[in-house]
């Protein structure tokens, strides 16, 4: 009984990818109890029924065949791109931005959606490439792209439309962009940056300004940046212990159960505890990059490989930004931040892995 | 071929991307690397700079602000005492719409409209980040209110704080004085003073009187508390302690008793008296009528207290005894006696026939005698107890101006008592070289005619004439007044008595004395002024009447009080001391537009004495009689 229930469980789960994501997510429910105070377990409580749900998924997708996913690209895109447009329309305004979108019954944030469906859908349309990627195709990945990321930046969302970009860019350098292209936009890019700079809303300005100068507003802006850097700073080589954290336990982090939730990580464990998560991190993308290079197929390949280092892109904006050296950008910790939106789409992404990871064989024999 | 073409590709494509995803790798092992070099120098470099930057914003030091000390009568009788009260205090800078928080705040816990006032005061005066008391002596039940609902009322907290109260309310008000806020001219004071790390913690400084000379004493050590905060600055557990140590007990010299007695001896009259013991200086009674309720000052006094009390036309927080300066009229005539005695310029024997007037020689002008028809045949003793001004008029001319400034300064007019409470005036005693200095005019002998019945540019403080009148009663030896008797230890309950300081005796022949004396005593006795001061009290009472005027008179114009408005009639002044053979209290005392010193002045004397000899008290008060 055990025995087939371990089976349907285990089924088309990559093993090694499995053991160390269970790995992380326990260090982050430990760390999310922490940073609650450590007196209530509702928290976690509901950290537990995310992680549930996001396994789920994450099981689910694994069961589902590349091939299948495939096919489900156009649709999802589509589908995502129409929902995005009904938010910049109909959307709902919290907090000075239009980024829910209320169905009656439910509601819903469609950017978390493309950013899954954009890497499939760039991965789809090389895919179907059989002669190979032209400049022409390139362009209309990038047009492809900057839709969907346009609409999110409006809303505006910058740091989940900068991840998007950043998931589709992957797709487009692992499909082969050539570099003379990629130096042409580098180049293009920096000389737009003054043009860009201007296009930014003022808060967002601000928090470019505060990494560079946090002092000058150390109780406004520069306050979750100094906060942050003396909790990680004060917690040493081993940290200053499970709920022991001064800095986390006393309300001085703000946001430290979601954004800044390296924060308490770094205080409680110290130096020793960040670079057990970093390693972590580093086993997960290394098996993800090994995933995509064994992949069988163009949009196997594409997607594994985009998927693990967008997953890279979060962990390192996430922790540049609480240790004081990328500007405050709303990107949570994967899988360590309390949330249930981003660890669905990131335990998504791994279920997306191990179906390529699982389903190889069975392609190419 | 087109397969093999296509495999080609597919081949080609792969090793780019696998080239490609060998790059990415690399490039995620130096941003991990970058983010590890960080978290080094974060950790490790610089890990103690964080962890005191840390170990500060959790640990705060609060001051626990020591217990102000009790101010006692020598009796033991309570001036200026502490109570425990809540109250509820707020930060202006932490609250977004103040007066609609303060609107919500009234249907939880009453704010009167004086409380909103007397806030609206306060704020001004202070800095946005200060705490404010909006309203004090909460009872249990507002207390209990508005926990419940504090969640609505962020930057408001309640607190327990200690509060001065002064029992007594207006009695004594002006020798105890009060204690207010700190204000930024105290701050500079603390500052100067080298105290600010005494001071934290500490809102309430003693301002005037006692409370203001004597703070060092009262205030006591402040001791501090190591606390754990949130970010939200509530103290989460203690972690250490050190203990105040509370300000010392002073026990003054006053009679409380004596005080009263002497203040509702006043009735509505405005004025000032010093009572003091003449073999020691120690003040028994200091009374400025009207006073004032230092209560009210405690905690910010609001506009319309404030108001009242300084557009009064009766000045009550105005100390009189120190820092009223008045002619003082006959009161100075057994001094002039004394100095012509000294000076050899009279005899007891001499004599001058009274017309009712004086002229200087070669001069129509007259000086008035206050009798129009004169006193008659007039000598040393008999110019005194009926008061005869051209007696004085040519003795003064004949000791001229700098005789008497010198022999009145030995006496200590012209100069602060020294008084242990602050702002005390010292008068004029003119000289020639004081003319020159204040208006560079020469003296002409017509100023020192007037000088010699204490008018003119003679002007004295209450405290100096009862210090002047002890050191006569005392037979010579200067008093230095004070109000402080004893220090108690808080800690240790040891009362330490404040030794007095005597100065160098003025030299009186014991004769002269004895003239002066019964002169005085002649003042109270039938025949005398005051005549009906001395009666049937029982013992002997030394005194001396005047009157200082306090409109210039018309040479051919009569004094009439009944016709002047009140704030014109002449003040009424008496200076007494009593038994004359062994004096125990000696006495000043000053009636504003009282008349005449006889009718206004000595009766207040002799309930006083009556008390302080007899333990008297009047019975029913006759109404002073400003015309007898």
Redesign the interface.
Known sequence: MIGRAFELFSRRIDGPLMATLALTVALGAAVVYSASGGASVDRVAGQLRNLAVAFAALWVLAQIHPQLLMRLALPVYVGGLALLLGVAFFGELRNGARRWLSLGFITLQPSEIMKIAVPLMLAWYFHRQ???ARLRDFAIAAILLAIPVGLIARQPDLGTAILILASGF?VI????LSWKVIAGLGVAGAASLPFLWGMLHDYQRQRVMTLLDPMEDPLGAGYHII?S?????????LGKGWLNG??AQ???LPERHTDFILAVF??EF??VG??IL?LL??LL??RG?MI??NAST?FA??TA?AIT?TF?TYA?VN??MV???LPVVGVPLPMVSYGGTALLSILAGFGILMSISTHKQLVQS | MMLGQALRDQQRELTVFRARLMLAGLLILAGFGVLIARFTWLQVVQRDHFYTLAEANRISVVPVVPNRGLILDRNGQVLAANYSAYTLEVTPSKVADLDRAIDELDQVVEVSPRDRRRFKRLQEESKNFESLPIRTRLTEEEVARFAVNRYRFPGFEIKARLFRSYPQGEVASHAIGYIGRINEADVKRIEAANLTTNYKGTDHIGKLGIEGAYERELHGVTGSERVEIDAGGRAIRALSRSEPLSGNNLVVTLDLELQKVAEAAFQDYRGALVAMDPRTGEVLALVSKPGFDPNLFVDGIDPQNWDALNSSPARPLNNRALRGQYPPGSTIKPFMALAALEYRKRTPEFSISDPGFYSLPGMTHRYRDWKKEGHGVVNLHRSIVVSCDTYYYQLAVDLGIDAIHDYLARFGLGAKTGIDIEGELSGIAPSQAWKWNRFRQRWYTGDTVSIGIGQGYMLATPMQLAAMTATLANGGTPVHPRLLKAVQNAKTLEVTPVEGVRGEPVAIKPEHLELVRSAMVGVTSPGGTAVKAGLDAGYTIAGKTGTAQVIGMKQDQKYDASKLREEHRDHALFIAFAPAEDPRLAMALLVENGGSGSGTAAPIAREVFDFYLLGKRPRARQPLDPES
Do not use: C, N, P
């Open positions: 059989e002669q190979g992957f350098f692992l499909a082969g906060q850097t003396i909790a990680i700073g004060s917690g040493g080589i001064t800095q006393l309300d001085f770094g205080e110290g130096l960040t670079a970093v991190y580093v993308i290394g990059l995509a290079a163009v390949r594409l490989g280092l890279f390192f922790m540049g240790s004081g050296i």
